[in-house]
């Protein structure tokens, strides 16, 4: 039987999941009955969620976790956590209780601009169009007076136009490089609404331009996007504290495991291959975050592995040294966040996530995800260079392994008080199990 279909989209929810289960599942009844499962018993709620994207059939739970105990410039959060993967959560537990005695995590808004371009090519003369744009520059920002009235309300919009010489890349293309601050938005469809209308009135007085009318040149724009690289959309998180007050880690001096912890940061810094996984580790914390309040995680994973790469190697996006007797860890990197549009306003776990929060602004958002990463990196760094990162993680993973082989509860129990002394492997766990019946 074909898998072909036409007019899918155009089918109503229950004609789409029957279709879906008949033509892929061995067994439709079984197929249907787990999607069934996944609805959310209130219809209006599910009718909120169905909306949300095209071609909905069901819903795909993540677990939300939260993570108490944090100090955040000197105030108390507990974070939402939404994410599959086990032992995350628990880091950045345990990471905010032990920076929280020892003064918390500091953060610094470093910039909030966000990019836009237009992308054209246009065949005259660089300098007729540097003229042509300084003539026409303030007609560009007037033609989205209407888009940008209620942004500048809030404080931001707009902030400059470039235009910027390509044509060393591709032979005659041209960008013109917009910075906006778009507030407490992440902002994308404001920006995108103001670029797409922008490269309208760009074309239409390049049309009626007299000097490109008698030498024959126009402008062809390619295309009208964001930029979710946003390098000057920074925040910095750094904890310290002195080398004395380290606590005494696992067979080391406090002083023995400051540099040994400094000398791993700086092998991220160098080795790409381990730098990934590095940040990978950063982004376990600041994704979690990010998703349970209803911002693009896609978006933020995008614009932070460039600007990892920003010098010509992909490096660390954290930070660690000796200043005098102390002990710094710092993280710095691009975030663009939203507290408005979005889902913020109608996904209900998405505004009890900010509510747990304090509500936070976008530049407050920022702060709080950027600790995320950093409280998330130090757990990390800290099991790696001790104990190894397998013994914390397996541990929580023991649940998911007994889940896979479905334990009993008896069985589980028993596993449980047993693997508190023995090394965790699938394979070991399997043999308990058989063991165990």
């Given at each position: 039987m074909s898998k072909k279909i036409e007019g899918f989209s155009k089918l109503s929810k229950a004609e789409k999941i029957n279709w879906v289960t008949q033509i892929h599942f061995e067994d439709a009844y079984e197929a249907k009955k787990i999607i069934s499962s996944y609805n959310h018993n209130n219809e209006e709620k599910q009718k909120l969620h169905d909306e949300f994207?095209?071609?909905?059939?069901?819903?795909?739970?993540?677990?939300?976790?939260?993570?108490?105990?944090?100090?955040?410039?000197?105030k108390e959060y507990t974070l939402p956590m939404a994410t599959e993967?086990?032992?995350?959560?628990?880091?950045?537990?345990?990471?905010?209780?032990?920076?929280?005695?020892?003064?918390?995590?500091?953060?610094?808004?470093?910039?909030?601009?966000?990019?836009?371009?237009?992308?054209?090519l246009f065949e005259g003369k660089t300098k007729q169009l540097q003229t042509f744009f300084e003539q026409k520059k303030q007609m560009l920002f007037n033609s989205i007076s209407s888009l940008t009235a209620n942004m500048q309300k809030r404080?931001?919009?707009?902030?400059?136009?470039?235009?910027?010489?390509?044509?060393?890349?591709?032979?005659?293309?041209?960008?013109?490089?917009?910075?906006?601050?778009?507030?407490?938005?992440?902002?994308?469809?404001?920006?995108?609404?103001?670029?797409?209308?922008?490269?309208?009135?760009?074309?239409?007085?390049?049309?009626?331009?007299?000097?490109f009318l008698k030498e024959r040149f126009s402008i062809e724009v390619i295309m009208s996007i964001l930029s979710n690289y946003v390098p000057?959309?920074?925040?910095?998180?750094?904890?310290?504290?002195?080398?004395?007050?380290?606590?005494?880690?696992?067979?080391?001096?406090?002083?023995?495991?400051?540099?040994?912890?400094?000398?791993?940061?700086?092998?991220?810094?160098?080795?790409?291959y381990r730098a990934v996984t590095h940040n990978k580790g950063i982004m376990n914390g600041i994704?979690?975050?990010?998703?349970?309040?209803?911002?693009?995680?896609?978006?933020v994973e995008a614009g932070v592995h460039a600007f990892a790469a920003r010098n010509g190697i992909y490096s660390s996006l954290s930070h660690a040294f000796l200043e005098g007797d102390d002990f710094v860890f710092q993280l710095k990197l691009p975030l663009s966040l939203g507290t408005v549009g979005g889902l913020t306003q109608l996904h209900p776990m998405v505004k009890w996530s900010l509510e747990l929060l304090g509500n936070p602004n976008a530049k407050n958002l920022m702060e709080i995800v950027a600790v995320a990463g950093l409280a998330q990196n130090f757990a990390a760094v800290r099991s790696l260079i001790?104990?190894?990162?397998?013994?914390?993680?397996?541990?929580?993973?023991?649940?998911?392994?007994?889940?896979?082989?479905?334990?009993?509860?008896?069985?589980?129990?028993?596993?449980?008080e047993y693997f508190k002394t023995q090394t965790i492997t699938y394979s070991a766990v399997n043999d308990f199990l058989k063991s165990n019946p």
């Open positions: 994207i095209e071609n909905s059939i069901t819903n795909y739970y993540f677990p939300l976790g939260v993570a108490p105990n944090f100090v955040i410039n000197g993967e086990s032992s995350v959560v628990a880091a950045a537990c345990n990471a905010a209780k032990f920076w929280a005695s020892r003064g918390g995590f500091k953060t610094k808004i470093l910039g909030t601009e966000k990019i836009g371009q237009v992308h054209f404080g931001g919009g707009i902030v400059d136009i470039r235009l910027k010489d390509k044509s060393n890349l591709i032979e005659d293309y041209y960008q013109l490089h917009f910075t906006f601050d778009t507030v407490d938005s992440m902002g994308a469809n404001f920006i995108n609404s103001c670029l797409e209308k922008i490269a309208n009135t760009l074309q239409s007085l390049a049309t009626d331009h007299e000097v000057q959309c920074l925040v910095e998180a750094e904890v310290r504290c002195p080398v004395r007050s380290l606590g005494g880690q696992t067979g080391m001096s406090d002083m023995q495991f400051a540099q040994k912890f400094i000398l791993a940061i700086e092998i991220s810094q160098k080795e790409p994704d979690a975050v990010v998703i349970a309040t209803g911002n693009d995680f896609r978006a001790t104990s190894g990162i397998q013994k914390g993680h397996m541990k929580m993973h023991l649940l998911n392994i007994l889940n896979q082989h479905q334990a009993s509860a008896n069985q589980k129990e028993k596993a449980l």
